[in-house]
């Protein structure tokens, strides 16, 4: 995907305020071996960008006064609630160096397995996203999750997903496999096992005071001998 901005000359809370009137977003490019390059880019056609899911996971071409650099999104600011960009941070990366970023996870197959087709289950998903490092050239724009094969009471974690040559998941938190997605039972069995469960629970505190009595009374009768 290609991006085009131009050179920003001054900085600062004014001069910020006056591109946005004016239309535009201030930005910077950082990172390589290049110094930091103040920018600023359309408003509109940035935030028409930035609701595309690819904009925020691949490497984009970035255009600026008749040079190209690769780069990848960093940073948006967003205002509280207008819809407006505040300001936006892309980073330079190198072909040669791994880089590291979130890309989205796409669900598919789930209407082919037993667990939905046969058991009505319902697969929640835990993750929507996951963090991987790989060389720019082996970035995927989303990550595949096959659910085709799942069953009932499935954990999907994320071993078992597969990934793209070239590419590794980042875990965070000493969690060694993360859990993506699980496959549940119907509502109407859940709701059926509630008032079971409940029943059990009934039943067994109806027991307790009997068997406390009884307790009780051993107690009572150690006593007297």
């Not at 979130?102 to 929640?124: M, T």
């Amino acid at each position: 995907m290609k991006v085009v901005a131009f050179e920003r000359a001054k900085q600062g809370t004014g001069a910020s305020r006056r591109l946005r009137n004016a239309g535009k977003t201030p930005g910077i490019i950082y990172g390589g071996e290049a110094a930091p390059e103040l920018i600023e880019l359309d408003h509109n056609a940035l935030w028409h960008a930035l609701k595309k899911e690819a904009f925020h996971a691949s490497v984009l071409e970035m255009e600026v006064a008749g040079k190209t650099a690769k780069v990848l999104v960093r940073d948006v600011q967003y205002h509280p609630y207008k819809p407006l960009v505040l300001h936006i941070d892309f980073q330079r990366v190198s072909a040669k160096q791994k880089i590291t970023l979130k890309v989205p996870l796409h669900f598919k197959g789930e209407e082919l397995s037993d667990a939905v087709k046969l058991d009505r289950c319902i697969i929640n998903p835990i993750m929507n996203e996951i963090e991987i490092t790989c060389l720019p050239a082996d970035l995927p724009e989303a990550i595949e999750v096959d659910l085709s094969q799942v069953v009932k009471g499935d954990i999907i974690h994320l071993s078992k997903v597969v990934l793209p040559k070239g590419v590794e998941a980042v875990v965070h938190g000493g969690e060694e496999d993360p859990v993506v997605a699980v496959v549940a039972a119907p509502r109407e069995e859940v709701e059926e096992e509630a008032p079971a469960a409940e029943a059990a629970a009934d039943d067994k505190a109806a027991d307790k005071p009997a068997a406390d009595a009884a307790k009780d009374a051993d107690k009572d009768a150690e006593g007297k001998k």
